[in-house]
């Protein structure tokens, strides 16, 4: 008899181990085991599917002594453990009722439903731990033997006459509690291993997202302008997925396709506008189903099309689509996966949408310091201009041809870097003027190194040279000033030097803490420097009584012009809607 009640129990188990794999194949199920914040209904219906359960188990449970030897625990202390104490309690009263009127009357009947309920309470009072990991086969092993044992004691307790509950318990007990608690391991394993395989699942989609979008990086950095990088990143997601068809799409027109041979319908008219109309509600859409006079037949009769929003600063900028074969199982990896992968490809398009942002921005900032400096050279040229007229006016007339030259070169030259010795040929000019000022008492050095060939910032050097000769002047009167340049391994330092009385402390103090102290050109100087070299790259002083040098630091490895030309190709391709060329 012993042999017989193992056999029974081990074909329970399999008939609940088979029970557990379809409810995980049910949609509602695996989502209301998956997630904790469920709503009543939900909760209900939990309850009473592992309710269910209790039932099928006393069903097919072996008569024996006027008792039911039966797996009807496994149901109820599962549903305690993995839905929570509301399910728990929910099974637990519909097994233990059900128990109670199956055999009213009978034997065990009252103290097999109180069993019952008092399985599904200790499940509940152990859900917590198990939810966090806390319990594992073995205390799942113990936990099911300890609520067997609780269930024998019960008997012994309730069930007349007491010499029947005995030899009643010395034959089911030991049955009873060692296979259901084998069982119990085997039916929430099954759990367990669905549980696994959808996170399998979810960890490759996303892994492939991730590889696709790290590949499709490069081509994404302009956004959707550029037609040739649009088609390269088609062609990666083509050949990384199984997809029979790939689109990307802007809001009016498709931008790039890789596709099967015999799909070259999806280009037309009819096949997008359906796509892009799907997008205003801002939600992935599947096109699965169409009658033979539809255009999308000849497509959806072997194929779905799944399309997903590409979204940047909140506005619905394009979609992609992606056209798959049919399969008899569902199609809602492949609607997770083209969300998740527009919703990567989207959030890498609004970064390269404030990137170019920020390109722009620096943009306004260098030419609004750029207009801070001619003004102010301008008013000083004048000056002296005005100066020489009253004594020489044929010299005042070339200092005017100096000054239309500076000019002319300032304004038909509209980069924001320019080469070194270019900055040195403008500088010229400005040079000329201030020699007619001060005459013999002006001497200016030039020290470059003769193959040192670098960009700066258009305009750097005629302020920091401005300043020497306005302010640096000895007790004399006399300004000697030096423009040097040399090169270093990492880098280049730049310096114009003079022998004047030296800076105010004040002055040093709030152009360091960036505060303004009155003045114009040091000041523009060391925010433009700044803002294209980084913070720590801003001028350096050394300054005493006997004169002082104001330098700067370019690294060797910044190419600034190259970037400027880079920006400035990408700012003319979106305004004028054309491809930008690699």
Known sequence: ?????????????????????????????????????????????????????????????????????????????????????????????????????????????????????????????????????????????????????????????????????IQLVKVIAFPMIIMNALGMIIFLGTFNMVFMEEDSQFAEKMRLALGIVEQSLPHLRKGLYSTKDMEAAAEIIYQSTSCAAILITDTRKILAMKSDAGLCALKGDSILAPILASLHDRNSTIFDYAEKDDPFYPILKNHMIVAAPLIEMDHIIGSLTMVVKKHWHSSRSDLSFASELARLFSTQLELSYLEYQKKLRRKAEFKALQSQVNPHFLYNALNTISYVSRENPDRARELLRSLSTYYRQTLENDQYMLNLHTELYHISSYLDLEKARFEESLCVEINIEEDLNCMVPAFILQPLVENAIRYGADQMGNRLVSIQAHADVDRIEIAVSDNGTGFPQEILTRLYAGQSYGGVGLENVHKRLKSIYGQENGLHIQSSESGSKVYFLIPAAVSEFRYMEELAATISHKNNGMEVSS
């Open 1 to 165: 008899m012993p042999d017989t009640m193992f056999f029974s129990l081990l074909l329970n188990i399999g008939l609940l181990v088979l029970i557990a794999t379809l409810l995980t194949k049910i949609p509602i199920v695996r989502s209301m085991l998956l997630y904790d914040k469920n709503s009543a209904g939900c909760t209900v219906s939990l309850g009473a599917i592992f309710g269910l359960v209790s039932i099928i188990s006393t069903y097919t449970g072996v008569h024996e002594q006027g008792a039911i030897v039966n797996t009807r625990v496994i149901g109820v202390l599962a549903a305690g453990l993995l839905g929570g104490p509301w399910v728990g309690m929910g099974a637990a009263l519909i097994g233990g009722l059900h128990r109670y009127f199956f055999d009213i009357g009978g034997f065990t009947a009252v103290s097999c439903a109180l069993s019952t309920l008092m399985e599904g309470l200790a499940g509940c009072i152990f859900s917590r731990r198990f939810k966090m990991g806390k319990i594992d086969s073995t205390g799942i092993f113990l936990l099911t033997a300890m609520v067997e044992t609780g269930q024998m004691a019960i008997i012994l307790l309730i069930s007349r006459p007491f010499p029947a509950a």
